[in-house]
């Protein structure tokens, strides 16, 4: 109750901030000493890229785009960047399994492994090729390089390919020449959590750079649904060097990253049925170590004309080491031997090496005054080997060619158009077009309309999956195995939205209407059967059709006092029958954040998160916390604070394993640059 209560008058207290300004006043809670910059934002209508890889002004754009910017980012003083996207409309962030394996889901449908969203770094896809899925926390970036995020809320199959299926998101990271010099960070929590995060960036002539690192460990739950204590939490560290050189003509960057991830697991249990096989008798731990490496360059050609290659190479190897007791009945049935006279110890081990490769080739051609066109052709090799999941090696091979055009036919009505043709080894050609119409009412006013189809092709291991255990002694357990695959997903969506800004006040306002039409949604579950002396077929083919139709809303408003808020809503209806579907599909969600200037050195922040049936149960949380700047001299500056963060609601989250001794926890963190 007394949270609720503090949520009430921080709240009061930024509306008074918004009506003073919203009413021309000059009343003021306190001043911020680097608001010149922050000035030139509140006027300017915001350029964005993500929709058809062209810089375009955000109220000329025929798709429905969230833009997290740098200072939303600095001021919302989160640890990680996929909980940013909780504050995008339709988005959920939330570990399933443990921790560390955080699910953001667009739409939901998906609770574990979600994979209907492509996920970008600077133009590198960073989804996994073997067992689709995005694994954030392996992935060698520290929230404070991001510059901003894009997230296109809708298909965008025709400039991202197949499994740009709900949504884009774009993770864009700062120059470093945004971030000369040197700073360091550090976040401690009362569970136990903390992370440190450095970075040193020069400049030499053309060239700049930067290189980062950071350690961070998260505690983990505390208790399962029976109440008893958990094996979870995870620790990780990341480095990532990023060179750049930048000239009138031309631009080259490398960009390379590598991460350990050291994640908890609790322990297995092995059945016959409902009767108990057998049991972890240590605690394991999931080793990821991650690496990739990243080489862009572009060429303007001619005043019209600009020219982009790109290649990237993404590794990442699981290993997990399982020591075990195994009845000795069971193990006679999983093995296919005599059953010994004496229960099994032994061990075995998960294993998991995915690679991919990818090269493209972009070209970018203002035609004239009217019409922009942009063009790539591609290549990407996917590959996947384990003994564990696939018994060997698996492969893909992806050739693909796009085009995207703007044309302005008057000053008020702008058509977006698209389409990709695809060639995948493994699962066909397909072919993704989408359409879209933008009328501006005003420079600052726009109203859309946008239709898109797009596909979600099988991973790799829904066409070769052969799920087998082997023990240390030898022994190789029947096999799953997938006899025909999978298909394709499909999805036709149709969008109609609004935007809004007012220049002067920095206010925006999206509003969007879609309806997505889902077909062959893949609902089969990966599960271990192949107890006895033969192989058995994984479940295949169960599918299902499903409507979408919704309503999202996005509020985003800053204010020359340094105050800014940000509100998102959105209900989602899914018309199905399945009833997993629907329990991995949150109907309602609501954020909203605000910061305050008190003082030129102290200010106020806080944000609250709810989401409807996430997982069966409603989620309710609020987070606020004070911060203090100061100058250190020159241009050395530091920033400190301590907040609060409590769960409103008394329900486990998202699996009912999943639970909390206490609901309430405090930190402290500081940034300090010089």
């Known amino acids: 109750m007394m949270m609720r209560w503090l949520c009430v008058v921080f709240y009061l207290c930024f509306g008074v901030n918004v ?23 509140l006027d300017s209508i915001p350029v964005v890229v993500t929709p058809s890889k062209m810089a375009q002004p955000r109220v000329d754009v025929s798709s429905s785009l969230s833009v997290l910017d740098g200072e939303f980012i600095r001021r919302i003083n989160m640890q990680y960047v996929e909980d940013l996207l909780q504050f995008v409309p339709g988005f959920s962030v939330a570990p399933y399994h443990s921790s560390s394996q955080k699910v953001a889901s667009y739409h939901g449908t998906q609770l574990d492994k979600y994979r209907r969203i492509q996920v970008l770094v600077n133009g590198r896809s960073v989804y996994s090729v073997g067992v689709a899925r995005v694994e954030w926390a392996t992935l060698p970036l520290s929230i404070e390089d991001v510059a901003r995020v894009e997230i296109n809320r809708g298909p965008n199959a025709a400039s991202y390919g197949v499994n740009s299926f709900f949504a884009v998101v774009n993770i864009i990271t700062r120059s470093p020449l945004e971030t000369l010099g040197d700073s360091i960070s550090a976040y401690s929590g009362s569970r136990g959590d903390y992370r440190l995060y450095g970075q040193h960036s020069g ?27 958990r094996h979870d939490g995870h620790g990780s560290t990341m480095g990532n060097v990023f060179i750049q050189k930048e000239t009138a003509t031309s631009f080259f960057d490398l960009d390379i990253g590598a991460s350990s991830l050291k994640d908890k697991i609790d322990p297995s249990e092995y059945e016959v049925g409902s009767l108990l096989g057998g049991y972890d008798t240590n605690n394991p731990m999931r080793l990821i170590d991650r690496e990739h490496i990243k080489l862009s360059y572009s060429q303007q050609v001619s005043s019209s004309h600009e020219v982009k290659i790109q290649y990237y190479y993404d590794q990442s190897d699981l290993n997990e080491h399982h020591e075990v007791y195994l009845k000795r009945s069971f193990y006679g049935a999983l093995f296919n031997t005599p059953t010994p006279s004496v229960d099994v110890y032994d061990s075995y081990e998960i294993d998991l090496l995915e690679t991919r490769q990818d090269i ?20 990407r090799l996917d590959e996947a080997d384990s003994e564990h999941f696939l018994s060997g090696k698996a492969s893909d091979e992806v050739f693909r060619l796009s085009s995207n055009m703007e044309y302005r036919a008057t000053d008020s009505w702008i058509f977006n158009g698209g389409a990709m043709l695809e060639d995948s080894q493994m699962s066909g050609a397909f072919l993704s077009p989408k359409l879209g119409v933008t009328y501006k009412l005003s420079e600052q006013e726009s109203i859309r309309f946008n239709t898109s189809k797009a596909v ?25 195995y997938a006899d025909n695959g999978e298909k394709e997903e499909k999805i036709t969506s149709y969008e109609m939205g609004y935007y809004h800004y007012w220049p002067g006040r920095g206010l925006s306002l999206d509003v969007k209407l879609y309806h997505d039409a889902v077909k062959d949604m893949v609902l089969s579950k990966k599960l271990f059967t192949a107890l006895g002396p033969s192989d058995k077929p994984i479940e295949e083919g169960v599918i299902e059709d499903v409507d979408i139709n919704g309503v999202e809303v996005e509020l985003d408003w800053r204010f020359r006092s340094g105050a800014i808020t940000r509100f998102t809503y959105a209900y989602q209806d899914t018309q199905t029958e399945n009833t997993d579907l629907i329990r991995s599909t949150t109907p309602v969600m609501m954020s909203f954040f605000g910061s305050v200037p008190l003082t030129d050195k102290w200010s106020a922040q806080g944000y609250y998160w709810y989401g409807k049936a996430l997982g069966g149960n409603d989620y309710e949380f609020l987070n606020t916390w004070f911060s203090y700047k100061l100058s250190l001299g020159g241009y050395s500056k530091a920033t400190m604070g301590v907040g609060m963060e409590t769960r409103l609601d008394d329900n486990a989250l998202v699996s009912s394993h999943n639970n909390f001794t206490k609901d309430t926890f405090a930190y402290v963190f500081t940034n300090v640059t010089f």
Do not use: C
């Open 19 to 41: 009506w003073a300004e919203a009413d021309g006043l000059s009343f003021s809670m306190g001043g911020v000493s680097d608001l010149d910059s922050y000035d030139g934002f």
């Open 203 to 229: 400049l030499n002539e053309d060239w700049s750079y930067r290189a980062s690192a950071s350690t961070s460990d998260v505690n983990g739950f505390d208790e399962d649904v029976d109440g008893d204590k």
């Open 360 to 379: 493209e080739v972009q070209s970018t051609w203002e035609a004239s005054d009217k019409l922009r066109l942009i063009s790539a052709i591609g290549y």
């Open 456 to 480: 979600r092709t099988p991973d790799l291991s829904d066409q070769h999956f052969k799920w087998h255990y082997v023990l240390s002694n030898g022994e190789e357990s029947s096999t799953v």
